[in-house]
């Protein structure tokens, strides 16, 4: 795997993540993962927000360099690639979803997410044991 480069604006642990995964599309890859199961190249572009290729293709080289994601050999086709979310990926699933919870506060939900977040507010830690336990069925 080619290493992809990474300038960090400074030491700062928070300023360090945002620059691993702060953009909108790493989230986004993430979320895809997460929360709606998708794992190749084709099912992050068929996600809704219009993600561009070559922005994609770098994103997923920028996660697979942090090891945030790994790629695998997809096993129905030699042409496609699996990504998989690391056990380093999976520890974001907190992160997640206190963005979801925070956004929830303020802003208006999406209809497709209103039972996910009647979930968290009932439990949210057991949501996140919840996800937790897709993750390791894997």
């Not at 604006?9 to 300023?15: A, G, T, Y």
């Not at 050999?73 to 690639?81: D, G, L, T």
């Amino acid at each position: 795997m080619k290493k992809k480069k990474v300038k960090f604006r400074s030491d700062c642990p928070l300023s360090t993540a945002l620059d691993i995964f702060g953009d909108k599309w790493s989230l986004l890859i993430i979320r895809d993962m997460v929360f709606k199961g998708r794992s190749t190249y084709g099912d992050f572009l068929e996600a809704g927000e219009g993600i561009a290729t070559n922005i994609l293709a770098d994103r997923l080289a920028i996660l697979e360099c942090f090891r945030i994601i790994s790629k695998h050999k997809h096993p129905e086709s030699k042409a496609k690639v699996l990504y998989k979310l690391t056990s380093k990926g999976i520890e974001l699933i907190p992160v997640l979803v206190e963005i979801i919870s925070w956004s929830e506060k303020h802003h208006d939900v999406h209809p497709q997410a209103a039972e996910f977040v009647k979930m968290i507010k009932k439990d949210k830690v057991g949501t996140i044991k919840a996800l937790y336990q897709q993750f390791k069925k894997e």
